[in-house]
Antibody
Framework: QVQLQESGPGLVKPSETLSLTCTVS????????WSWIRQPPGKGLEWIGY???????NYIPSLESRVTISLDTSKNQFSLRLTSVTAADTAVYYC?????????????WGQGTLVTVSS | DIHMTQSPSTLPASVGDRVTISCRAS??????LAWYQQKPGRAPKLLIY???SLESGVPSSFSGSGSGTQFTLTISSLQPDDFATYYC?????????FGQGTKLEIK
């Protein structure tokens, strides 16, 4: 059973960079696609982007200029980096496994981590 | 971009009720639709994929239907554990998008 766990700072200052890591256990990160999804407090879900097992990435256009998703196969981890954050980036951030490279729904999720942007 | 609209936003219901949640896509997505259940403070859980396929381990009281632009999630007999927020998600075309959610609450 694949399990995912997010980690990273819970508080980031405005204009700085948000960095999160997702550690995957119970499966190889090289065998699937992986995504980040976020949820502002009290609001709905927003897909941020995905990375393929070979490192190909695709991001939602509204965040494309600020976001990077990367893989670390040696640690079975993937990461999210979001630059120049504002209060609007305050959200619970989830990492998730994409079902396959032709079915971009999410069959396993991390528990989520709240990131607050505030000075 | 494909916009997903759910209705209603809130649905009061009672244990034992049969309930239906609707999801409409702004353009045809064939049957590339998933449904998720989310409880407060928890990650979403996959219920249905490809509009009507039940994820392993999900009770058979959940079912999905529809194609094109109109989809429904039905719970045949509400159990106390089913009170949660439900989201649809299209994966027909990038960028993949979610509905705004339907909160199923106790009447």
């Amino acid at each position: 059973q694949v399990q995912l766990q997010e980690s990273g700072p819970g508080l980031v200052k405005p204009s700085e960079t948000l960095s999160l890591t997702c550690t995957v256990s119970g499966g190889s990160i090289s065998s699937s696609y992986w995504s980040w999804i976020r949820q502002p407090p009290g609001k709905g879900l927003e897909w941020i982007g995905y990375i393929s097992s070979s490192g190909y990435t695709n991001y939602i256009p509204s965040l494309e200029s600020r976001v990077t998703i990367s893989l670390d196969t040696s640690k079975n981890q993937f990461s999210l980096r979001l630059t120049s954050v504002t209060a609007a980036d305050t959200a619970v951030y989830y990492c998730a496994k994409v079902q396959s490279n032709w079915a971009y729904y999410f069959d396993h999720w991390g528990q989520g981590t709240l990131v607050t942007v505030s000075s | 971009d494909i916009h997903m609209t759910q209705s209603p936003s809130t649905l009061p219901a009672s244990v034992g009720d049969r309930v239906t949640i609707s999801c409409r896509a702004s353009q045809s997505i064939d049957n590339w639709l998933a449904w998720y259940q989310q409880k407060p403070g928890r990650a979403p859980k996959l219920l249905i994929y490809k509009a009507s396929s039940l994820e392993s381990g999900v009770p058979s009281s959940f079912s999905g239907s529809g194609s094109g632009t109109q989809f429904t999630l039905t719970i045949s007999s509400l159990q106390p554990d089913d009170f949660a927020t439900y989201y649809c998600q299209q994966y027909h075309r990038f960028p993949y998008s979610f509905g705004q959610g339907t909160k199923l609450e106790i009447k």
